[in-house]
Every structure is written in C-alpha cells, then in structure tokens.
Nanobody, 121 residues
Framework: QVQLVESGGGLVQPGGSLRLSCAAS????????MSWVRQAPGKGLEWVSD?????????YADSSVKGRFTISRDNAKNTVYLQMNSLKPEDTAVYYC?????????????WGQGTQVTVSS
C-alpha cells in the first residue's frame, strides 16, 4: 500500500523556520521524483519545489520561495524534506508531498494527506 506521510507543520512566527518531512512507503522511493505543493486558504494548489530521484537536481518556485526553502531527500530513509526559513504569513498553507514518475508508457502519481503550516504572530 502506497503511503506518503507528511509531518513537521505547525504554528511559527514570521521570520521563523520549520522543517517538513514526508515519509514514503509501498513503492520504490528512489525511482521517483518528489515535489512539495501547497494550498493556501481559499486558493488553488501551488507548486513549491521539486527534486529528482537521486537528489542531484532541485527546482523552486522562483518568485515565492527560492532562496528561503530547501528541498532534500534521503533515499536510505525513504524521506523527502523541505527546510523553510524566513517564513512569511503568505507561506501559510497546507503542504503536500507528491511522488511522481513516468516510465515511458504511463505515469505514476501519489499524494500525502498534507500538513498545516501557519505563519502568524
């Protein structure tokens, strides 16, 4: 059974930091690229960051998080992380992790249940 379980969310003051984790099971984690996607209250899904299967390439939403957030992964622990620094109220959202790959014939796409991040004084 495929599972993605996010953790590490919570309430933090502006300027603070949080580290989100996403633990994967039920599939070959090291074969999948991973993403973090967020959804602010009343808004649609917003892509935040991507990391490829071996961790060698990372990508960020330039205008909103680049320079403040860092994505990483530990394939030995089947876990992807999102280090979030200098948090702003506009970072308040539910953060989801996503696993995805395409094998040339079909796509595979898995989602976690999300973890709430609230940035407020």
């Amino acid at each position: 059974q495929v599972q993605l379980v996010e953790s590490g969310g919570g309430l933090v003051q502006p300027g603070g930091s949080l580290r989100l984790s996403c633990a994967a099971s039920g599939f070959t984690f090291s074969n999948y690229a991973m993403s973090w996607v967020r959804q602010a209250p009343g808004k649609g899904l917003e892509w935040v960051s991507d990391i490829n299967s071996d961790g060698g390439d990372t990508y960020y939403a330039d205008s909103s998080v680049k320079g403040r957030f860092t994505i990483s992964r530990d394939n030995a622990k089947n876990t992807v992380y999102l280090q979030m620094n200098s948090l702003k109220p506009e970072d308040t959202a539910v953060y989801y992790c996503n696993a995805h790959r395409f094998d040339g014939f079909r796509g595979y796409d898995y989602w976690g249940q999300g973890t709430q991040v609230t940035v407020s004084s």
